[in-house]
């Protein structure tokens, strides 16, 4: 690591073996580094650009280099899906705020803060953890969404699991008039679910003749998706998701619509 005399047009050799973190402090005229002086573990230091003195701050989490400071002087660390937080004036320990593989999140390799400190950005790898196919597993899709579809507004209102499934009403709206409706549930059957749906012109006059339904056998479900055959749903966040619909052309050819709602 090395401080440049803009003036001079002189580089000054601070420090060696650095990792790829470097933080202003908050609060401070100092810098933070990764020390990988020691190769058994690393260290977080500060350093004075000025001066060029150096002080230890903390360990890193083991082999382990990515950091960011939150504007209140606290420092976030990462290890093995697991959000940690270390506050230099009043403790020698990380602690544990959050288990980030309960969210399908593994193997982070940077940090960032938002500069009110509100939010916290990261990159990892999801992970396709599938998740026992129960509805208490998918209850996130419960609410009333609302966006835009097919050149019009689409709504949906799916409920609550309760005896045994959730049901949902879907409508299109296009230039002012309902262009048509549906029913949906999805229901456990047989240690799985399934989705099933009929569709309804604006007068209630049935697509489906009186015993058939339109079925989207489930594939999976992981941490932020419900896969079914034919139609996905998408966790975004608490109030947005994607619906991708595949939909069948009379050529023989599948499009995949996207939904994108919000609460």
Same mark, same amino acid.
């Given at each position: ?38 190769? @058994?573990?690393?260290?977080? &230091? ?8 150096? !002080?230890? =701050?903390?360990?890193? *989490?083991? +082999? ?49 803060? @938002?500069?009110?400190?509100? &939010? ?8 396709? !953890?599938? =998740?026992?196919?129960? *509805?208490? +597993? ?126």
């Amino acid at each position: 690591m090395y401080k440049t005399d803009i003036q001079k047009n002189q580089n000054y050799k601070l420090n060696q073996k650095v990792g790829r973190s470097l933080h202003n402090i908050p609060n401070s005229k100092l810098m933070s580094y990764i020390s990988k002086e020691n190769d @058994s573990f690393w260290e977080v &230091k500060s350093v004075d650009p000025v001066s060029g003195v150096t !002080q230890l =701050i903390t360990s890193t *989490l083991p +082999n382990t280099e990515d950091m960011c400071w939150t504007p209140n002087g606290t420092i976030f660390m990462a290890k093995d899906g697991i959000l940690y937080n270390f506050e230099p004036n009043k403790g020698k320990n990380w602690k544990k705020v959050a288990v980030l593989l309960d969210f399908g999140i593994t193997n982070i390799t940077r940090l960032a803060v @938002s500069p009110d400190g509100t &939010k916290l950005a990261i990159v990892g790898e999801l992970i396709n !953890q599938k =998740i026992e196919p129960k *509805l208490e +597993n998918i209850a996130w899709i419960a609410g009333n969404w609302k966006g835009e579809a097919f050149g019009g507004q689409t709504e949906e209102n799916w409920s609550e699991p309760s005896g045994g499934s959730m049901m949902a009403t879907f409508k299109l709206i296009d230039k002012g008039q309902v262009v048509f409706y549906e029913i949906e549930i999805i229901r456990e059957v047989e240690n799985s679910l399934i989705l099933q749906l009929k569709h309804f012109d604006n007068d209630l006059k049935g697509w489906e003749t009186k015993d058939e339904t339109v079925d989207f056998p489930l594939k999976e479900i992981t941490a932020n998706k419900v896969v079914f055959k034919g139609m996905i749903f998408e966790k975004i966040s608490d109030n947005e998701m994607n619906v991708y619909v595949d939909i069948h052309q009379d050529n023989g050819e599948i499009e995949t619509v996207q939904f994108n709602y919000k609460k």
